[in-house]
């Protein structure tokens, strides 16, 4: 660890005046932290793939490199965005950080001027900050659509934004339009170390059904959200 330390510190010093040459902006993550970022973030490492990484393509900024997940022979994708962006390592520059935690020592390697990272995420956020600055966005507690502003925010994405909220608004609406979802009761399960998981909503899709109007059982509404 003492070596991975003194590695990272090599070349948050090599990165020093890069990043002095960037014009910066004060910005409080969900830590409480007050971090000086980029005003124009030009790398991108994005510490989780599914609530960071997707969202980020989906606005139209590429990361440098991020976290994936793992198949069963150590090969490394990006949950969700092949089937939702079309995007993946094997057919974009994004290099593979590895899972949890990432590998530190790629981190720098990558040479971001901005790590954006999550609270599930376990690599130390004191490693990453001698990096480059890093910000904690807490994704449960902000949800789906809060996490997609503050990522719009940061990178200058607003106009691109729009344009997906209202094609999600559209297509929530046709839901709507085609289904009488207000006489149809849903639940999404999770089948886990033989146990079944329910959450009060689960995710995007959880998401899509509540606003698409559908009704849960009682005792999923009961379940405080988050």
Known sequence: MKIARLFVAAISALLVPAAFAQETRSFTDDLGRTV????APQRIASLQDLALTVPLIELGVMPIANHGRTT?????????SRVLTGVDFDNSDIEFLGNLP????AVAAAEPDLIITTPWQTAPVEQLEAIAPTIVLDDEARGDFEIY???????????????LK???AGQVEQIRRLIDTGD???NVIQGVDGQVL???TYGALGKVLRDSGFTFPERVEAIPRG
Do not use: C, K, M
């Open 149 to 163: 502003d503050v990522l719009a925010e940061i990178t200058g994405t607003q106009d691109r934004l729009a344009v």
């Open 166 to 168: 209202d094609r999600y």
């Open 198 to 200: 329910s959450w009060h």
């Open 184 to 186: 149809i009761s849903v």
């Open 72 to 80: 069963p022979e150590g090969e490394g994708f990006i949950r969700a």
């Open 36 to 39: 000086e970022i980029p005003v």
């Open 102 to 105: 990432v590998d530190v020592e």
